[in-house]
């Protein structure tokens, strides 16, 4: 069971990037996804959110409006685009997967509610 996190790297502020998670050995569909961020020295925080069986999708309020999850459960991976990036958008970006139910309804939001993690893709938003 493995969550790859891909297509980070260096784009400058008002631009744009598309990440990737793609699962192997277990089908997304029945998975509820995260997509957290950790700048140096700071906590790991949530960024957005995307259900399993609805597609419901949340945001931080810090990436309104300018971040886009979605799903492709014929390709097995979750999309995370960003647009009209800025520099505090530079960070590690994880997705998380939960097949686990959850007495919160906001339970999305905390890291420690999530089973699987990717490793990791850097951001970095620089001109």
Known sequence: VQLQ????GLVQPGGSL???CAASG????????GWFRQAPGKEREWVSFISSREGNT???????GRFTISRDNAQNTVYLQMSNMKPEDTAVYYCAASGSNHAKSTWYKDKYEYDYWGQGTQVTVSS
């Open 26 to 33: 277990f089908t997304l569909d029945y998975y509820a996804i």
């Open 58 to 64: 949340y945001y931080a309020d810090f990436v309104k």
């Open 18 to 20: 598309r990440l990737s």
């Open 5 to 8: 996190a891909s297509g980070g």
